[in-house]
């Protein structure tokens, strides 16, 4: 589910859910706040395993008219986005394939983002009925600014990797047989620097629009409980799991 490994002084978190493409369950979710919240290490790495980074919440594991969505929020995305805000190391995202919905925002919540050229980010939520959470309808627009942000949550269209480092989205793109060279190089270099110094650095620029994204975490929660609560919601879920196009009400 989760792989934890500690080589040095870099500790990789790997998403290990490969068969539905590194989809969040609700142990999941546990497991790597869990582990973010207990490095000890100078740098931490998040990636999935096989084809994609994370699909985002499990929708296999939804039941939509008996999910309290606004608990789920508050009680296991919210707190995972912040284990990796409050971690005292720099994290890196090394977005090796797609991160779609809460997967593409769990990446964005991170340090720095690299991801493989071939690698895509999708604001999938509008497709099964929901808002954007795990902080991206804050962290988005800030990035990337509003037209292009409402551009990407309301069309839910895949965003390139290499659009997505035009844009201001992630820190890089890169030709995917580089990708685990670079990944690994600029985790080394953050290893080796002055841990007190990039610790502090990343608290300073964190702290600026902490309380603005607590707040924007809790709207949030309040809108995804009124999109869980809706009918589309329903529909969306069924027409991923049928392999069909929606019908909206
Ligand atoms: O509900 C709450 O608790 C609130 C929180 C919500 C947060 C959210 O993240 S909402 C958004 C949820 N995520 C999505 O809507 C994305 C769903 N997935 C996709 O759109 C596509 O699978 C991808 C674009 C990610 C990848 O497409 P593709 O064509 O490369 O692969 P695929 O064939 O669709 O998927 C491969 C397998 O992974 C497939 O299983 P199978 O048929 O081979 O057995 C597919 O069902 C599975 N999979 C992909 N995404 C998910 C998933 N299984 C469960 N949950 C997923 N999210």
Known sequence: MLRKELRGDILTLTLDRPQAMNALTSPLRRALTEALRQASARVVVIT??????????????????????????????????????EAPMPVIAAVNGVAAGAGANLALACDVVIAAESAVFIQAFTRIGLVPDAGGSHVLPAQIGLPRALGAVLFAEPVPARQAEAWGMIWQAVPDAEFAGTVAARAAQLAAGPTLALSEAKRLLRAADREALAAQMAREAAAQARAGAHPDFREGVAAFRERRAPRFL
């Open 48 to 85: 999935g395993e096989g084809r994609g980074f994370c699909a985002g919440q499990d929708l296999a594991e939804v039941t939509p008219d008996q999910v309290d969505l606004q608990a789920v929020l508050t009680e296991e995305y919210e707190p995972m986005i912040r284990a990796i805000l």
